[in-house]
């Protein structure tokens, strides 16, 4: 899962999230889809964590030539 691109784990979430809501999941399965949820969040959480730092990183860097072009 750990390879799985962002918007195909939104994708996942959101239809076990419609499925919950619309009671198309059977109590049998509701705690491992549950528990699949949590680790989509956490996916989705650390894939936006390193996205903000990259652009933070890539705007330091910018800034840095930028100042230095003056």
């Known amino acids: 899962m750990a390879d799985m691109k962002y918007s195909k784990a939104i994708k996942q979430l959101e239809d076990i999230i419609h499925k919950i809501e619309n009671e198309e999941i059977d109590i049998d ?3 491992d889809k549950v528990k699949e949820a949590v680790s989509l ?3 989705c959480k650390d894939k936006i964590e390193k996205a903000e ?3 933070k990183d890539v705007v330091g860097k910018f800034e840095e030539s930028s100042n230095e072009a003056r």
Do not use: G, I, R
């Open 41 to 43: 969040v956490k996916l």
């Open 29 to 31: 399965d509701l705690s």
């Open 53 to 55: 730092m990259e652009v």
